[in-house]
């Protein structure tokens, strides 16, 4: 198997939120590197994680899959999900996927820090 | 030294007996037409054509030899707004190396409902499996009925294809289909990540449903290995609980439950076609 083409960098907003830029491809294959991003992201007192997908290059069904395991992780830990920066594509990627009723999408970095209505 | 058998050891279609089409398989996105674009727009992502467009509720054309009950104006369910348990379960077979990923999964969208197990029926389109394409199963549940439910083309590109349930499925999820080098060989696999829509369901796949399933798709990659000439096609399964939760707020997927329906429409099938006989008869003697 390659190594994934994609880096994925976490930055915190105080003690609750944490971003994590994606950049690259979005494939099972990168599991390994999300999941890392995760535990950096979500330590005990992080309430909300903000998926900014800005970066995405390419997305296939295994990306998609590997999204919805993070999602159970994270409600597990009961943190919120949410993401920025998905181009048309692949916002309508989530929504016949029907990811965004649990992933909620915002327009901007501003308002998925805040949980601000899209 | 032992000599070992990379991509350029790879036989040819001849050999390995595939169709032109299958053959002609191209590599990895070259099998993805961009469609031509203005100076100055921004390029579409590569993936773009392996993409279903969205779809709100699936729209079905009639099938022969399927009911085609249970599907028409469903949405789409994915693991997020099943009942049970979360499941990912695994279905690999080594193929060797005498094939590339790309043949496999040609193989495999051009013939896939020739490789189901004797007594389930996939109709879908006769140029096989394609982004965004519905296709209607009719599958054998036993006492002679047949369950009628369907599937969404969600995702399909040169090494790999998804299908993703309607309502009323057994599972809400996706099955993705997948082919890649490992090494000297290929390996090919189905990955099912579901959770039964609901709670009758749950309690079918308990009691046996996931031990039918793993057979159902065991013999489904036996059927392929033998149309990829594997001499004796092995089957790993591997099943992992991703969340043992249950989503209680969807309970009420029971109301589209397609085991039920398909039920009461094979009961009640003698008296539709009854009463469209009279009606029938009504309207000619009345015409």
Redesign the interface.
Known sequence: ?NAPAITMDVRRFGQTTAVVDIRGEVTAACEPVLMSAYEAAGGPATSRLVLNFGGL??????GI?ML??L??RA??QRQQLAAYGL?E??R??F?????D??ITIYDNEESALHGVVK | MAETAGPDKVATAEQIGLSAREAAAPPRDAAQTAPPRDVGQAAPPRDSASWARKVDRLEVDHRSGVRGTNVAGRRLTGPVQGFGKMWQKTYRMDAGSRITPEQAIATWREHFPEFWPKGNRFAGALTGINPGDVALLDLSIGGGVKLSTGVFVLYADAESFTLMTPQGHMFAGWITFSAQREGDTTTVQAQVLMRANDPLYEVAMTLGGHRKEDKFWAATLTALGRRLGLPDPKVETRSTCVDSKRQWRHSRNVWHNSMVRSVLQTISAPLVGLSRLVRGMNSSTNG
């Open positions: 198997m290059e390419y997305m296939n069904s295994g899959g919805v395991t999602l159970v409600n597990r181009s594509h692949y309508e990627i929504e016949l996927t029907r990811l009723e649990a």
